[in-house]
């Protein structure tokens, strides 16, 4: 307690000796549930482009349908590269848990490869369809397949940009609580991203090559 003094004046004074100190406080999980909010509003943003597919899908302007457009087989390798590395995630968040640096920067590493690869897959079929005259101002179904497709293929380029830096923080601090939070943040975006193309892959490409 600080101590009182009394002035020349009469006036009682508190003794400055003491100090406080107010400690910053972070709400416990208050990232996780910010972040989850983040991805419930990325889900209206898909729910949107799905609605606008659902719509605009079977409008070609005389252009060729998605059963003549679409390479399934290819579809169904990008699709396996994308799963593939929400397994891979899965391997470094457990090496995380056990405060391996090492083996989870590899299992990153290879999680990354895969995604580089499910990106590499959608940009040439993107240029394929472009230099076929099939770009997304051709009809109201390659406006919505290019906006859809397109915005999950940009979210996967973040969710790698984001693998980067952990990886560089990883390789700075080590598994720190901060860092192991990220991570986890990350694993949740992974897998949303997975869960949405499971989505795409069905109701854009399989739905797409039906009569």
């Not at 100190?21 to 989850?36: K, Y």
């Not at 979210?155 to 940009?161: E, P, Y």
């Not at 952990?166 to 991570?183: A, C, M, S």
Request: hydrophobic fraction near 50%.
């Amino acid at each position: 307690m600080s101590e009182i003094n009394v002035n020349a004046g009469g006036v009682a004074a508190a003794d400055n000796s003491s100090r406080y100190f107010v400690r910053e406080h972070h709400p416990e999980n208050g990232t996780m549930l910010g972040f989850w909010i983040y991805l419930m509003s990325d889900c209206l943003i898909f729910a949107c482009l799905f609605a606008t597919y659902a719509v605009l899908g079977r409008n070609y302007a005389g252009g060729k349908s998605g059963a003549e457009l679409f390479e399934l087989s290819t579809v169904a390798l990008n699709t396996a590269f994308l799963l593939v590395s929400s397994i891979t995630y899965g391997f470094a968040m457990l090496a995380a848990a056990k405060r391996n640096v090492k083996a989870t920067q590899m299992w990153l590493v290879i999680t990354g490869i895969f995604g580089l690869c499910f990106l590499g897959l959608e940009l040439t079929e993107f240029a394929q369809l472009i230099h076929e005259g099939y770009g997304p101002s051709r009809s109201g179904f390659l406006t919505a397949f290019f906006s859809l497709v397109g915005t999950h293929g940009l979210h996967v380029t973040f969710g790698i940009v984001w693998l980067v830096t952990l990886l560089v923080q990883l390789g700075k601090h080590g598994i720190t609580p901060e860092n192991f939070r990220r991570l986890s943040c990350l694993s949740l975006f992974w897998h949303f991203l997975d869960v949405v193309w499971i989505g795409v892959f069905t109701f854009v490409y399989l739905m797409g090559v039906l009569p």
